[in-house]
């Protein structure tokens, strides 16, 4: 996973313009920003422009921002394009940026990927954060420049250094997979902790997972808790999912089942099929008013559908022993012939192999047959083979 930061940002920063027309030139600018926060942006997109074309380099910017989203008038990527150009010659590093951007997306001009990283560089050179960041996003890619992990990891530092999160997250990803450099958990570590207080739920799930198996720091599930809590705030999958999980077992929190399913079921509703999972092994295996093997079978058939080979063991588990349907050795073989097709683990597929074993000595030959044929339709319509 890879973060990338929008760039068409303001500033509050008032610049200098030449001198007969700076008084009006900044009085606009001013009063174009107080509009701009009571949110008239039809007044703020006026006296940006008058500011603009007075000869100021922040109001350039900031119309260009208006012409480019549409806010306060109709959207016009070739003004936006021409104004970025306008305050980027003149020296503002943002609009530098932003003229990079226009480049490397192809508003209000042709792409051309060797233009944005000039302009990107210029930006970073002058200083400014997204430039940086954008820079290093093209070291890493190789995209209108060569690839360079070193230079990259540079950038981002510099951009990570002025606050930039998003900068800081790409880094710690770097270090946590080894990207070209060896692997560095504690490095990852320093760099996730600062994306996750940005607020990235990525991040925030990833040091909840530091701190539940003890990587690079010492085991405390309380921790993990707090920042998996922050994840799933922000409805990340895993977040939610790894939540559930704690909740569930009791660790660094209270176990409740119900709290848990909770969580489960908001991993589910965006696919993630372990939270699927998670849901019908906790409606499966607790007892008391949870309890509910029909439930389970349909959650299990909802993760089956996504591939998930645990799943689909289970289905056969239950159709086997007759827990929430209908005792059915068939379809319990057929689960199983599935499952098979479907891991990938060679240890999983072992025990796969043992357990249908244990069920054959229970069927005809014709059972078997129509076991399989049950088992290649399904495969075949999911476009898997037996």
Known sequence: MKMILACMLFTAVIMVVSQGNASSAVEDLNAGIDAESRGDYVLARRLYLRAAEAGDTQAMNNVAVYFQTGMGG??????AFKWYERAAKLGFALAMNNLGYCYDKGNGIEVNKVKAVEWYRLSAEGGEMRGMFNLA??????????????????????????????????????????KEVPQNLNEAFRWYRIAAEGGFPFAQNRMGTFFQYGEAVSTDYVQAVN????????NHPLGCHNLAFMLEEGLGVEQNFA?????????????????????????????????????????????????????????????RNGDGVESDLVQSYAWEAISLACAEDEDEKAFIIRVREKIVPR??????????EIAEQWLSSHGLTH
């Open 137 to 178: 996003l093209h070291y890493e890619d190789g995209t209108g420049i060569d690839r360079d992990m070193k230079k990259a990891i540079y950038w981002y530092e510099q951009a990570a250094e002025k606050g930039s999160a998003a900068a800081a997250l790409n880094l710690a990803i770097i270090y946590d997979e080894g």
């Open 259 to 319: 709290e848990a399913l909770k969580w489960y079921k908001k991993g589910a509703d965006v696919g993630y099929e372990d939270s699927m999972l998670g849901i019908a092994n906790l409606l499966w295996n607790v007892r008391g008013a949870l309890h509910d093997p029909q439930a389970a079978i349909e959650w299990f058939k909802k993760a089956a559908e996504l591939g998930n080979s645990k799943a689909m063991h289970n289905l056969a588990i239950m159709y």
């Open 74 to 79: 109709e959207k016009d990527p070739s003004a």
């Open 363 to 372: 069927m005809t030959p014709v059972m078997i047959k129509q076991a399989e």
């Open 227 to 234: 920042w998996y809590r922050q994840a799933a705030a922000q």
